[in-house]
């Protein structure tokens, strides 16, 4: 299935106000793990930006093709090939002596398994889940560079209770909706929308796999039937 991308804005408050609101990092499909300025990712040189600003922050990570490290307000990574892979965002937030710094971001959705904010030294001194937190104040003045640790949820998944010891799983590489049963095998199949509108459906061939390229996120239900007038009803989500 496709992926949206994903994106989230930090904040840097000092002194109880908003300074600093560049900060954007998340997914994209187009990403690469190089410099991406069609999205926004930008090579900026390691100086203060213009003046003014007594607390701000970049994104740090490494170009691949130039071997060497990328400033950028924004950073986008590919989208992990395993869900359970853990990406890692580079935070430095730079100010100047005396600010006390808090750095606070938007709800993190259901999209996002886990995602953590620590400290880069020693991953300890700061530990705070983003999930159930908005912000983080920072009470170490010598505490400047911190790692976003994200794990996204699986992009698309099955219920797979069955009365019929019917196994289903999404294959992401293929976009196909795979079964296997080896006592009763389903006649047939019916994936409907939250409406109960009819999506798809057709009979069941011998490859035990369905078609589901270019669904629409969201919630729909399979009904496998089957010879002797049972069926099995699976919940299915899109991300």
Not at 31 to 56: C, F, I, N, R
Not at 130 to 149: G, P, Q
Not at 186 to 210: A, C, H, Q, T, W
Request: net charge negative.
């Amino acid at each position: 299935m496709s992926r949206e991308p994903l994106q989230f804005r930090l904040n840097l408050i000092g002194n109880d106000t908003i300074v600093f609101s560049k900060l954007k990092f998340g997914f994209h499909q187009d990403a690469t793990s190089g410099l991406d300025t069609s999205l926004g990712e930008l090579d900026l040189p390691p100086m203060v930006p213009p003046s003014g600003y007594k607390l701000y922050g970049v994104f740090i990570f490494l170009d691949s093709l130039q071997k060497s490290n990328i400033w950028s307000y924004i950073d986008f990574r590919p989208f992990p090939i395993n869900s359970m892979d853990t990406v890692k965002f580079l935070l430095y937030a730079i100010r100047e002596f005396g600010i006390k710094l808090r750095i606070s971001w938007q709800e993190i959705g259901d999209e996002v398994r886990s995602a953590w904010l620590v400290d880069e030294y020693l991953g300890t001194l700061v530990q705070v889940d983003m999930k159930k937190n908005r912000y983080v104040d920072i009470r170490n003045e010598f505490l400047d560079k911190f790692i976003i640790k994200i794990v996204l949820s699986d992009v698309n998944s099955i219920e797979t209770n069955s009365l019929n010891n019917l196994t289903v799983w999404f294959d992401n590489n293929s976009d196909q909706i795979i079964f296997k049963n080896n006592i009763n095998k389903p006649e047939s199949y019916r994936l409907m929308n939250v409406f109960g509108e009819i999506i798809l459906e057709g009979k069941i061939n011998e490859e035990d796999r369905i078609n589901a390229r270019g669904l629409a996120n969201g919630l729909y239900f399979l009904e496998f039937r089957y010879f002797d007038g049972t069926k099995d009803i699976k919940k299915v989500i899109v991300y």
